[in-house]
Each structure stands twice: as C-alpha cells, then as structure tokens.
C-alpha cells in the first residue's frame, strides 16, 4: 500500500477498501516533517485497494461510519476491535485479548472459530484494523524514533517505516542497537 498526499478529504460513499493516505500531528499542528508523531491516520478515499476481501456492502453502519469522515483514530480503532469481540460472542465464542504492541491488539482464536472471526471481522473490523496497522507501522514509536535518530545525524528521514530502515542501514548502522535501544528502551 503506498502513501499519499496530504489534503482535505471529501468523504465518498462510492469507495470499495481504503489505504492510509496521510497522518496528521493532531491539535491544530502544522507540523509536516516525518519526525512529528502523528496521532490520527488520514485515508484517502479516491485511492481503491487491490484487495479482493473488502467488501463495503459487508460492512456494519459503524464501521463504515468510522472510516467515512476519512480518519481513523484509536478512538475508532477500539471500539471496531469491540464490536467484532462482540460478534463472535454472538456467535459462541471468545477473542482471547493477549495485549497490545504499538497500539494494536493482539488476539486469539479457537480454530473452530475461524467462519465466525472471517465474518465478524468483515463486518465490523476489517478496514479500520488494515489502516490502524499500516498507520501504526510507519508512524508509530520505532519509526518514530527512526527519524529522530536520522535527523540527529543530519539525515533526512524518509516518510515510510521501511524507508527510514534502509536509510539507517544505508549509513552502516545497527537500527536495534545505535537507535531503538537508545530510544525506546533508553
């Protein structure tokens, strides 16, 4: 899935899957640098995904309402993550909630409950999951801190999570051990 531009975004009912298009900083900020933590995903709605799972006609009023005003935040992120729990309690059977890393939850099913998960993370879950997590992974504490091991060695960072990585092994330097462990665990 690619970035893309910043921009005010006309949310559209025609739209089939979504893909993160830009972050914000949050609270009014004009920050635009990738060092800024950016706290809410911006989604593009004119750009369609490749991905042959979505399907917006599966898709809960509340979902859909959380990713039509072409933002999501972890204030849609949690309760979408409820309603599918929900559903599949519905259904007979129990996420196990194993915590959270970067902001997205870690969960467990029984393989028997595979057909319920399938649907209920269709209807409920699925695109506000598939931002939040691609969001979170180039805009979360270890890119973050990528950029600010970059910037302090006069570099540039990237926009993307991966591109920073290269960026920081380009310069023959250990991301874990010359930044993350600096950063992150410090």
């Known amino acids: 899935m690619a970035v893309g531009a910043r921009g005010a975004l006309a ?3 025609s ?6 298009a830009s ?3 949050g609270a009014g900020s004009t920050e ?3 060092t800024a933590l950016p706290t809410v995903a911006q ?3 004119a750009v369609l995904a490749a991905d042959d799972d979505c399907d917006p006609t599966r898709m809960s009023k509340e979902q859909f309402a959380a990713i039509d005003d072409g933002e999501i935040s972890y204030d849609d992120y949690l309760p979408g993550f409820q309603r599918m729990a929900t559903c599949m309690e519905a259904d007979g059977y129990t996420l196990v909630h194993e915590g959270e890393n970067n902001e997205i939850v870690d969960t467990s099913i029984p393989d028997a409950a595979f057909p319920s998960y399938q649907e209920c993370y269709a209807r409920e879950f699925v695109e506000v999951d598939k931002t939040w997590q691609i969001y979170r992974e180039n805009f979360g504490p270890p890119a973050h801190a990528l950029s600010e091991c970059l910037t302090e060695r006069g570099e540039k960072p990237a926009l993307t999570y991966l591109e920073k990585y290269q960026q920081f092994a380009a310069l023959g330097l250990d991301p874990q051990k010359d930044c993350w462990d600096v950063k992150l665990r410090g």
Do not use: A, F, V, Y
């Not at 739209?15 to 993160?20: D, E, G, P, S, V």
């Open 11 to 13: 949310p559209r009912r």
């Open 15 to 20: 739209r089939r899957c979504l893909m993160i």
């Open 23 to 25: 972050c914000s900083p």
């Open 32 to 34: 635009e640098r990738p």
């Open 43 to 45: 989604i593009d709605p």
